[in-house]
């Protein structure tokens, strides 16, 4: 930080020390929450389990691109895939994060909730690099009692903050209650926003991975990114007294362990989190 009022000639060696600083901001005010400011809000993780299909089975194995075929299977890991072997793991992240059974799970999450309250807004956050956004948006479009907001790739910053204010405030008029009550963000929108004081409910599509395979990966960002989606909602100011957070984990059409079990159980390791929130300091 103590180089950020040095004078720097090089107009990109400012922008990304800037960014940096902006990075530590928006993490050390994530991590520094008063805690007397959160007392008596109960934080519920739930994660709630759906079986693919066997036609997604067979999806989920052929997406493993660059594997052998003795070697693919359900439980097959990130670190299977070896980025200097050729090894595509994005195309079955991609696959992973389409699969319909969860987008049947999500409609189910978000019609559970809304159940309970029909005025409630939900929040759902998701991987922007393998299009997990527009997934779940898709899914959630193509269910005509639901729909959702999404930011459009044409979409001004002013188109965006509009839609975030529609779940920033409360609903006024009659056309506010009229619109869809699901925010599908994607992960690099995490770091601050303020959506506590209209949403307690919060939904992560898919769990985090970022890294081409091989030892690639970095476990302690993904669950601090995660912690930074969780954090827009289990925030001071939050008027609920509790804040629900939901992991879609589909399993394989018997109940085979998948990524998705696997990343869910990385990216919530009582170790992985401490070191992600910094906690020992």
Known sequence: MSNFLEPKQSREIRKNIYAKCQDYLDFACCKNKNEEDMEGIELVEEVSAIRMSEEEGVLYKSSQ?????????????AEDFDPTAGHDISRFLRQNARLASR?????????????????????????GRISAGHAAADFLRNE?????????????????????AWYQYAD???????????????????????????????????PLYIGDGGTTSDSVADASTELQA???????GQPKSKVN??????????????????????????????MAVNADD
């Open 65 to 77: 691109s660059g594997i052998s075929p003795d070697s693919k299977g359900f439980g097959i890991k």
């Open 103 to 127: 987008g049947k799970k999500l409609i189910q999450l978000c019609k559970q909730i809304l159940e309970g309250d029909e005025h409630t807004k939900i929040v759902v956050f998701a991987d």
């Open 144 to 164: 005509e009692s639901l729909g959702c907001t999404f930011f459009d790739e044409n979409d001004s910053v002013e188109e965006q903050n509009k839609k975030l």
């Open 172 to 206: 006024v008029t009659v056309e506010d209650k009229k619109r869809p009550r699901v925010l599908v963000l994607n992960f690099a929108h995490a770091a601050g926003l303020n959506l506590q004081a209209e949403c307690n409910n919060l939904i992560l599509f898919s």
């Open 230 to 236: 969780i954090g827009r909602v289990f925030r001071p």
């Open 245 to 274: 957070v939901y992991r879609i984990h589909v399993q394989g059409p018997n109940g085979e362990e998948c990524l998705d079990g696997q990343l869910i159980r990385r990216n919530t390791d009582e170790e992985t989190i401490q």
